[in-house]
């Protein structure tokens, strides 16, 4: 009869493992501490909390380029909160057992400042030529959350899938991130932090697939490897030491 592990040593294996997922631990830590702090873990987020901290496109004309970090810290809360909190562990936990934890980091960051500065600059140029209380409220809207971040890793994760499953996963996810932003401007102008949202998600997908593709970021494994194989070649007993 298989023995069922007692909750005291799934705990040890949970703990000695967190070491290899500090970026996501740290990320984890920083979204419920700032949900239990906004009392956005069980309700709507307070507009007062997105009005300090959320991130809009006029931000950047304003040189408030601090609030790209921290929109970060917060979700709309309630329900959205645990999806993002998910989304957040699985994606980006799977991202750094691939890559590694500085690559994740630059992964998720970089997709996340990307994204945010694309949409902001085309939806300023956009709204100098044409005006309307839809492409207004985009933006002055404040946009919060890690989704464009974690939507990257996931984007990374799919297209580093065997061929077979690649394109099949990240055409089914990007499908469905289409179908949600049609339905959402269909909110305008109301939603517009939900449309602005869908946008970055739907930019973040293929940026983070991309990012990983062209080797921006590599597996964890092919560091390792190489740097094994450089401490053979460099090593005296090779006798091709480099000077």
Known sequence: MTEIPSIRKIAKRLFSNLPRYRFTTAATVMLLGFAFSSQSIWQPLNEAWRDWLGFAPTNLLDFQWQRLLTSLLLTSGG??????LVMLTVCVGLAERRYGTLATMKLFLTTHFLVLITISAIVLVVTTFISSPSLLALAKGRDIGPSAGYYGCLGALLLSLP?????VGFLFVLSILLIRLAYSTTHLPEDAAVVSADIAHLLALPLGGFLAWCGYVKPFEAYRYRSSQNESTDSPASGTSKR
């Open 163 to 167: 061929s077979t499953g690649k394109q």
């Open 79 to 84: 329900w959205k909160f645990a999806a993002s």
